[in-house]
């Protein structure tokens, strides 16, 4: 969709309807998937444009396993020291299983003992959302990916220095780059 087309924009009361010059409805969904986020690319060693990933549950469901699936699209949760990269040691970036997105460093990985991966802090703060979560009956801050949405894991402020922080991240929400690919 070309930037020109766009000369008269607007939503019509929640019904989620947006009207281009053209009178073409486009729906929400589709208006997302236009969305631009400024995130931290590794590889590219600065921050870059990129698309916000929207999907249907179908979509998510075709290209994730069915444990990234519960975990990233329906907050799941794996049992601790079952997932991938609790104990990995190699050097190199976290990404995103749903988009790619570049989560964290291994620089920034550290042994909590919780039997889930843990960093002191992401590779950029825009590359992940974070918000409250009241599920089990208490207050804790869940962290998603930026970029896709998905459920990463939570924020404890029980982490090493600089920052006290610990991202308690399900390794089957991961994939791993290795430093000499990246």
Known sequence: ???????????????????????????????????????????EGDYIMTDKVVKTEAEWKKILSPEQFKILRKKGTERAFTGKYWDNKEEGVYRCAGCDNDLFSSEAKFKSGTGWPSYKEPVAEENVGIEDDYSFFT??????????????????????????????????ALDFAKKESI
């Open 139 to 172: 207050r804790r801050t869940e962290v998603h990916c930026a970029r896709c949405e998905g459920h990463l894991g939570h924020i404890f402020e029980d982490g090493p220095p600089p920052t006290g922080l610990r991202y308690c991240i399900n390794g089957n």
């Open 1 to 43: 969709m070309d930037r020109r087309d766009f000369v008269f924009l607007m939503c019509l009361g929640g019904l989620g309807l947006f009207i281009r010059s053209k009178d073409l409805a486009v729906s929400v969904a589709n208006a997302a998937r236009l969305t631009r986020i400024r995130v931290f690319s590794v590889k």
